[in-house]
Structure formats: C-alpha cells, structure tokens
C-alpha cells in the first residue's frame, strides 16, 4: 500500500519553498499523512508564526475530504460536517484555499498546505510540492 514518507515530506518542502521564492513569497507548509497527521512542516525565514499551523489546517481538510483541494470547501465550510469536523480534528481543520493531495500509484497518501500567500498563490505552492512526490 503506498504511503508519505518522511524523505517524500522532505523533497515535498524543498519543492515547495522554491516555488515560493520564484514567486517572491515567504510561507510556511505542512505535509500530512492520509489521516491528518504531521509527516513534516516548516516555514521559511521571516514566516508568520501561526502560518505553520494554517498550512496544516489547510492540508488537513484536504485529506479529510479524500483528495479535494482546499479551495473547493470554502462552499462546504458552513454545513455541520465542516464543523463536525473542526472538532474532531481540534481546531486543525481549514477548508480554505491553499492544500492539494498527493496520490501515490492512484492512491490518496497525503497532503501539501501553504499559508502567506493568496489562496491561488498558496494553492501553486502546495501543487509544485505535491507534484515532487506524487502523480
């Protein structure tokens, strides 16, 4: 069965920071694992403390809902399995837009979310991570 690795997690931050500075940002991004949980994050020098968190949420979200990107829930957000779902997750669940999965051999592993840009900005970030490691 495929999964995230901490080594994918790795090249994931590596790709992900150098889109980031193509496009002149400074962010923070989160790697999870298909249940939601921490595989790596970072942020670069000069990030925003909380965006750590906030790219979590993002990523979290994303694979809470199989494999849609963040940017999608933002119309779901309000329904009662949104908010089911913040608590279950404690407060780490943002359906916002900025995460995209990662799917190994077809097969839904992880997710990437970015914080500090805008959502399209964070989106592009978490894609080129995405795109290091997965299809």
């Known amino acids: 069965m495929p999964r995230i690795t901490l080594q994918d ?10 889109k980031a500075r193509s496009l002149g940002l400074t962010v923070a991004v989160s790697i999870v694992d298909a249940r939601g949980d921490l595989v790596a994050a970072a942020r670069m020098d000069n990030a925003i403390w909380w ?5 979590r949420g ?3 979200a994303t694979v809470a809902y199989e494999g849609v990107p963040s940017g999608e829930l933002l119309e779901r957000s309000s329904r009662p399995v949104a908010h ?5 997750f404690h407060g780490r669940f943002m359906p916002q837009q900025g995460a995209m999965p990662v799917f190994k051999d077809g097969v ?3 997710a990437v979310g970015t914080a500090g840009g805008s959502g399209e900005e964070d ?13």
């Open 108 to 110: 839904l592993v992880g």
């Open 51 to 55: 965006w750590t968190e906030s790219s």
């Open 9 to 18: 997690g790795m090249n994931i931050l590596e790709a992900a920071f150098d």
């Open 58 to 60: 993002k990523a979290v």
């Open 123 to 135: 989106e592009e970030i978490s894609g080129a991570g995405a795109a290091a490691v997965g299809q």
């Open 84 to 88: 089911g779902l913040q608590q279950m």
